[in-house]
């Protein structure tokens, strides 16, 4: 099943002869740069007046660098709730009724506890979903909005790509955290010996899961590509 | 109507787009096993496989049942100096209900089991009567829509990933027994990797077309 398309030409060609590319096999033609208007949904080309795609019903719009302000709206949201997810604790153990300690634990001091217990694994785990993939999110979303739409190399779009599909595909991942704790929480009542229960963090936590989630949909991924020349070698 | 191969630049007839680069393409019906790729960003833009829909009416319906299976079994159950307890999914859910964290509830059911209970429904609605070569149902395009919208929201398998780590936390502690629920939620999984393979959203968006629903008069035709 996959040898065969493999050895095939992508049955989908080029425009080639598209009337304002001129030249032979080496021309693209966006539909931006046509009048026209692609759906993001199911890929069907509208004029570009259209407000609706009228095969999946999914609103048209504009590879346009206004769309990135819901990008940022969502991101600012995200980033403000990450806050509190970490100066809050995330969840508040009590073991023997109190006596035998516990206490609160935020994400890093969940996190170092762990790797004072010689849990280096899970730490390491923890520490990467909860820390360091919602920081680098962050980060790569602020690039991405910051060089969409400017001019770039043919090289660099598809980086930019890359990392666009990346911080896509990993954002659901960060809610591991909390599910965790409503685990451990739901699981870990065993009276006077220990109990767990859930912090306010988790919900802030979650939420800026959420919000981070909303501002990597709303990024359009066109973007990237719209500084580029449309002419490129044969390779 | 639009003939292979003929496309109208005015109108837009005839031509895809790829979603990430906007890089037109002319619309080509692909036989099962091709796949079609963007010549500017290389994303994959259809892959039609033979039986496609069956198998994903199938592993929809098995997810149904696996979740079903899910929310009534018991979940985990952990013992300790004689002292044991319990928890179901709902038990998990219902660790967020006191407080100002509550509606973490709510959204917690809904990602874990709401959502992919309800995608497989709908996928079922929409797949069921294109897997017959019959006509879709009326909402077919609604519906199909919803399911790609709540996409990244089911997060089934993120569940069972977070419910080892809690195993490996809660492991030196006490003692952990796994109950059918968690065993179903494991099989979810791969149920959910299998549909994943299978799933090529243009190709289910053209049968829902070529079955006659939400039709633009763009539908590829046969050459006469």
Redesign the interface.
């Known amino acids: ?1 996959s040898a ?3 050895a ?1 030409p ?6 080639d002869d ?2 304002t590319g001129g030249g032979r096999s080496s021309a ?5 740069r ?1 009048g ?12 570009e007046d259209a407000m609706e795609c ?5 609103p048209l719009t504009p ?1 346009d660098r206004r769309g990135l302000q819901a990008v940022w709206a969502w991101l600012i949201a995200g980033m403000i709730f990450y806050i509190p997810a970490n100066l809050m604790p995330m969840m508040t153990t009590q073991s023997l009724g109190g006596l035998g300690g516990g206490g609160d634990a935020t994400i890093i001091g969940g996190v170092l506890q ?1 790797a004072n ?1 010689g ?1 280096w694994f ?1 730490a390491i ?2 520490f990467a979903a909860s820390v360091m993939v919602p920081i680098g999110k962050f980060v790569a979303i602020i690039w991405l909005a910051l060089v969409a739409g400017k001019p770039a190399t043919e090289a660099d ?2 980086n930019r ?1 890359h990392i666009y599909e990346i911080v ?1 595909f990993i ?3 960060s ?17 006077f ?2 109990s767990i ?2 912090g ?1 963090a ?2 802030s936590f ?1 939420l800026s899961v959420a919000f981070t ?1 909303l501002s990597a ?1 709303s990024f359009d ?2 973007l ?3 500084g580029l020349p449309l002419h490129r070698r044969k390779e | 109507m639009v003939r292979p191969g003929e ?1 109208d ?5 005839g ?14 019906e ?1 036989t099962y ?11 994959i ?3 039609p ?1 033979s039986g496609a829909f069956t198998q994903i009416i199938a592993l929809a319906i098995t997810t149904m049942v696996l979740m079903f299976g899910a929310i009534f079994f018991p979940f ?1 159950e ?1 013992s ?2 004689g ?1 044991g ?1 319990g ?1 179901s999914l709902f ?6 209900s ?4 509550a ?2 509830t709510v ?2 059911l809904g ?2 089991v709401a959502l992919p209970a309800l995608r497989a429904a709908l996928l079922v609605y929409t797949l069921w009567p294109l897997a017959r070569r019959r006509p879709p149902y009326r909402h077919a ?2 519906a ?2 919803l399911t ?1 919208q709540l996409k ?2 089911s ?1 089934a398998e ?2 069972i ?3 080892a ?2 195993m ?3 492991g ?3 003692t952990i027994n796994f109950g059918p629920a968690f065993w179903a939620f494991c099989a979810l999984i791969f149920v959910n990797l299998a549909n994943r393979s299978f799933m090529c ?2 190709t289910i ?1 053209d049968a829902i ?1 070529d079955g006659g629903a ?1 039709t ?1 008069g ?1 539908e590829q035709v046969e050459p006469a």
């Open positions: 099943m065969d398309p493999a095939m992508p049955p989908h060609t080029a425009n598209a009337p693209l033609l966006t539909a931006h046509a026209l208007l692609g759906c993001r949904s199911c890929g069907r080309v509208w004029p009228a095969r999946c019903q999914a590879p762990l217990h849990d899970i785990v923890v779009a598809h790509l896509e954002g659901r991942w809610m591991i955290d909390v599910f965790v704790v409503a685990i451990l929480s739901a699981l870990v009542q065993l009276g010996v220990v229960k859930p306010p988790a919900a979650a989630m949909q991924p066109r990237i590509w719209r | 496309y630049l005015q109108t837009g007839e031509l895809i787009a790829c979603p990430r680069c906007d890089a037109l393409h002319v619309e080509e692909l096993g091709e796949t079609a790729r963007c010549v500017r960003c290389g994303g833009l259809a892959r496989q985990l952990i300790r100096l002292m307890h928890t038990g998990v859910a219902m660790a967020f006191e407080g100002v964290i509606p973490l959204a917690l990602v874990i395009v609604r199909f829509r790609e990244p929201w997060m993120i569940f990933i977070g419910t780590i809690a490996v936390k809660v030196g502690l006490a959203s243009t968006w077309e939400a633009d763009r």
